[in-house]
């Protein structure tokens, strides 16, 4: 691997956002998660909210939805679709241009033909994870099993609606990880070594 392109897919309260930005930095290479709604919103010309509403969500086969965003050349498609396809186009002029990590949106399947890409899968158990949003969100177990479910289930449906992959599923990815295991600075330590170690 000449140049690092990491993607990080992450399961919901598994710490992944926190190691990936850690992982970055351990590289000293650039971070992109929210960045590329603004990216692509820019790039759109539409106000960020209107896709920050739908990032990381597939579009509801059922309902009819027309995207309202102007510069777009099909305007009978949902606003998913529209964000998927300019965030796809904003990640692959990121690897061609600088060495970065990129979380979630389906970037390991974007980037699948790039040469240079290390897909990374990061999971953790349930009471682990339930343990990191019950803290994290100041709610009670019942509310954070709710929020992980949800939020699991958007990004599989997310991820599984626009490519051909399995969300989660070892296939998918090059390494996938236990980050409960290691803790977030040390898997992000155990990540550098071995993205490191791909140069050598």
Sequence with gaps: MSRKIITVGRQFGSNGRAIAK???????????????????????GIHPEQFAAVDEKGANPWL???????????SMLPINDVLFDIQSQ?????????????????????????????????????????ETVKARFQIDEKEARAKIRKKD?????????????????AESYHLTIDSSRYGIEETAKILAAMIRAEEE
């Excluded at 009819?64 to 099909?74: C, D, E, I």
């Excluded at 990121?94 to 897909?119: F, N, P, W």
């Excluded at 990061?122 to 009471?127: D, K």
């Design 22 to 44: 850690l992982l970055a930095e351990n590289l000293g290479i650039k971070f992109y998660d929210k960045e590329l709604i603004e990216m692509a919103a820019e790039k759109a």
């Design 64 to 74: 009819y939805a027309g995207n309202q965003v102007q510069n777009y050349p099909n």
């Design 90 to 130: 904003v990640i692959r002029e990121l690897a061609d241009r600088e060495e970065c990590v990129i979380v979630g949106r389906a970037a390991d399947y974007v980037l699948k033909d790039h040469k240079d890409v290390q897909s990374i899968f990061i999971y953790s158990p349930m009471e682990a994870r339930l």
């Design 153 to 169: 289930k958007e990004r599989k449906y997310y991820y599984n609606y626009y490519t051909d992959g399995g969300w989660g599923e």
